[in-house]
């Protein structure tokens, strides 16, 4: 019985984990695309903003080749906004482990444990 109990706090944790994430990513973009907006009346395109805004978040330099607005407002963000980016950086991460180990749960859950 507390292996069943166990397997489902698990499971739950894991699920609420990837939802959160999930939700981060989405919370934290919309918010940096209206910071870009009120800086630069250019990123009113939600499109263009999001490039922006995924081009700042990642580390190191610039590889992609896009104009020299995007690469502007990308150092913008990093510059004005260095705590939400890796925020985002790591909302990004947890929302492409947790689904992985959703799965690994479940798996163990089904063949290891027999909970399932």
Do not use: C
């Not at 906004?81 to 089904?110: E, F, K, Q």
Request: charged share 20%.
């Amino acid at each position: 019985m507390a292996k069943v109990v166990v397997f489902w706090i698990v499971l739950g944790g894991l699920a609420f984990a990837f939802a959160l994430a999930v939700q981060m990513r989405m919370m934290i973009a919309l918010v940096l695309r209206r910071a870009l907006k009120a800086w630069n009346v250019a990123f009113e395109d939600r499109a263009r903003a999001n490039d922006a805004v995924m081009l700042a978040a990642v580390q190191g330099e610039f590889e992609r080749d896009l104009d020299a607005d995007t690469k502007a407002a990308a150092e913008y963000l990093r510059s004005t906004y260095p705590n939400p980016l890796s925020h985002l950086r790591t909302a990004r991460r947890y929302s492409l482990v947790t689904p992985v180990l959703l799965i690994m749960v479940l798996a163990v859950g089904r063949a290891v444990l027999g909970v399932i």
